[in-house]
């Protein structure tokens, strides 16, 4: 069972950072489907650590776009990006040391997390990337 159904809403008319939101989508469903399904800590920590590595990569390609087109919310937006990696970089390690499981708490937060940045923030830099002909 999907937590995250990807709609076109999401979308900021940027093929790149599109594919890029789908694929976190996908990321967070596998991490549920582990916990729903009992999976192993280490099939559950391989999702963990593949999902904290995509997400760097992709606020990177964010931020580049930022700074190529000198988008005036950079810093805040970078700021975010900078608390959420450090929350799930935190997460990851309580779960390696045995001291935070998978949970329906921590579910939600992905969840939420993700969908309310794409919805707020970064919908927030679609126009602006589109007006500099980023598609």
Do not use: C, R
Not at 20 to 27: A, D, G
Request: overall charge neutral; hydrophobic content about 35%.
């Amino acid at each position: 069972m999907a937590l995250i159904t990807w709609s076109d809403k999401y979308s900021m008319n940027i093929k790149e950072i599109d594919g890029q939101h789908q694929q976190l989508v996908k990321m967070i469903n596998e991490l549920h489907d582990a916990m729903l399904n009992a999976k192993s800590k280490q099939i559950t920590l391989d999702i963990i650590t593949k999902m904290a590595e995509y997400t760097q990569k992709h606020f990177t390609t964010e931020e580049n776009y930022m700074k190529q087109y000198g988008y005036p919310q950079y810093a805040a937006h970078k700021k975010e990006h900078e608390k959420f990696i450090e929350q799930v970089g935190n997460f990851k390690k309580d779960y390696e040391n045995g001291k935070a499981g998978l949970s329906y708490e921590l579910m939600n937060f992905l969840k939420d997390w993700l969908v309310n940045h794409i919805e707020s923030t970064d919908k927030k830099y679609a126009p602006f990337f589109n007006s500099k002909g980023l598609n």
